[in-house]
């Protein structure tokens, strides 16, 4: 399945021990570096503050080199990477097919702009636009997400001549000044005046509303047990109603959690979501909007999700508005969540505007606006130019992306290897009191870590990270996030194999009962 890459790697498994097989001088080069010593002084002197605050790990890590789904550090260690640079690296680190074609555009032409002709630029717009539906079918360059995100607001304002954006608690769009308005998490937000006219929408774990209630809860936050429930298959297929036994079910009115009838066999958050954004129109804004900004799985957020219907019902509320409805696909996109390459599809539903980034270049600075003809001829007022934009090295890394994501079939490998991964995950929540929730799609995964599965507090930071510690101790690189920073982020890169995510299980598992033995 994954191709010419897939022979490169073998090793044999002892809980979380990993010997492997191979030419590590083929591999790991032998070049000098800094010592960890010296770079945190250089770090600490020279590099921003929030440099150090956003540091991982008490003692941090120095990579070295990686190649595919690992990395080096400095002494050798070798890390299987279920964070890939913060869902960024894509096809793999260093994949052959990306670095060929970034060394030989590189001794081509480094750089030049829209300003002329240049093969990379048109080449990767025809293939880009080739993976949408109609009418997405215009493209405009960036250098990141943050930026494409500024972009979709500018151009849904010019488009509908309206001011008010929506957005969701718990969002991530940026951290620029225009789309750190749009961001709906406490700690990426200044005590500055940011996001004029961006309004906020609750929005919360799907099985958290629709829960059993306590006599049935050690499955989990979802009630039942995930075996029990038959929600496994549906945590691939983005929330479908959920298979709850009697509970007291919880919803979202009026930006408040409330108590709902109880009910079998169906969750009514998508109608108290509704309801919400119904709300919000009628009482909050004016009576026109310009658009809704919706991550099709919030990331940042905690890898939260909607429940099936609500996108499309709301992509329709919002139109009626005269909105525009932006989906943001940073994150989610180029097969993150699975074999539609992009989460959207998954809620029936075809943006108005696409933004992207992360993964569309396997690491190299790179974003994109896709949107139809109509909306995109908005810009013509004026004279917009990006410098970097289309620059002709991230062109031709981002068209052997979508080269290696469809020949190597990455996208179905991250639904079979996410849903795998997600069913060992799953039987680790009915192990351990701690592990709250299981979510996710693909290979965007987030388990939420609570102090029990009663009260569903958040477990305290620092007992995450502790786990967060031992994990990386072990061999394995997670990322963090959550609204309360409770939810460990698992987003590696989509050549990982079952096997990878048995050695993943195998530490996280060890980690937790560390955890147990501590407490």
């Known amino acids: 399945m994954l191709g010419h890459s897939a022979h490169l790697w073998y090793y044999i498994k002892d809980a979380a021990k990993m010997e492997f097989f191979d030419d590590m001088d083929a591999v790991v080069s032998t070049c000098t570096f800094l010592s960890e010593q010296q770079m945190m002084e250089i770090r600490k002197r020279y590099c921003g503050p929030t440099t150090m605050v956003n540091t991982y790990y008490k003692k941090p890590v120095a990579i070295r080199q990686g190649f595919m789904q690992w990395l080096w550090d400095l002494n050798g260690k070798r890390y299987l990477d279920f964070f890939s640079g913060v869902a960024t690296v894509s096809v793999g680190h260093c994949h052959p097919r990306v670095n060929a074609a970034a060394k030989k555009q590189m001794e081509r032409l480094w750089h030049t702009t829209n300003i002329y002709l240049h093969n990379p630029l048109h080449e990767y717009c025809e293939k880009l636009a080739a993976l949408f539906p109609e009418p997405l079918k215009s493209v405009y360059l960036t250098n990141s997400g943050s930026e494409a995100n500024d972009l979709a607001m500018l151009l849904a304002r010019l488009y509908t001549g309206n001011f008010d954006i929506i957005t969701f608690r718990g969002a991530y769009h940026g951290g620029s000044p225009h789309s750190v308005g749009l961001t709906r998490v406490g700690s990426y937000r200044f005590p500055v005046a940011t996001g004029l006219g961006c309004h906020q929408l609750s929005l919360y774990s799907v099985r958290r509303l629709c829960r059993a209630s306590e006599s049935h809860g050690k499955g989990g936050l979802s009630g039942g047990g995930l075996e029990e429930s038959g929600h496994i298959a549906s945590r691939q297929e983005n929330i479908v109603e959920h298979r709850v036994s009697v509970a007291a079910l919880v919803g979202v009115k009026r930006g408040k959690v409330v108590r709902m009838r109880e009910s079998r066999g169906s969750c009514h958050a998508k109608d108290m979501y509704l309801e919400q954004l119904k709300d919000t129109l009628d009482t909050s804004m004016s009576k026109s909007v310009a658009g809704f900004f919706a991550e099709p799985i919030q990331g940042v957020g905690g ?10 019902e709301a992509f329709k509320m919002i139109r009626e508005r005269g909105g525009v409805c932006i989906a943001d696909e940073v994150q989610t996109g180029f097969g993150r969540t699975g ?37 995109a001829d908005t810009l013509t007022r004026a004279l917009h130019f990006n410098t970097f934009g289309g620059n002709p090295i991230g062109c031709a890394a981002g068209s052997a992306v979508i080269d290696a994501l469809l020949e190597d079939k990455l996208a179905q490998n991250s639904t079979e290897v996410g849903a795998y991964l997600l069913t060992g995950l799953a039987k680790l929540q009915s ?3 701690i592990i709250g929730d299981v979510r996710g799609k693909g290979l965007l995964i987030g388990v939420e870590m609570v102090k029990d599965k009663v009260t569903r507090k958040p477990l305290p930071d620092v007992e995450m990270n502790q786990i967060f510690e ?8 997670l990322g963090k996030g959550g609204v309360h920073g409770q939810t460990f982020r698992m987003k590696p890169p989509l050549c990982v194999t079952k096997a990878d995510a048995d050695f993943a299980l195998a530490v996280f598992e060890l980690a937790l009962k560390s955890h147990e033995k501590r407490q």
């Open 470 to 477: 031992d994990c990386k101790d072990m061999g394995l690189l």
């Open 303 to 312: 890898v939260v999700q909607y429940p099936k219907g609500y996108l499309k």
């Open 431 to 433: 192990k351990f009191e």
């Open 339 to 375: 074999k539609d390459i992009w989460a959207f599809k998954a809620h029936d539903v075809v943006p108005d505007i696409v933004t992207m980034a992360k993964g569309i270049a396997n690491g190299f600075p790179m974003g994109a606006v896709i949107t139809s003809r109509d909306i």
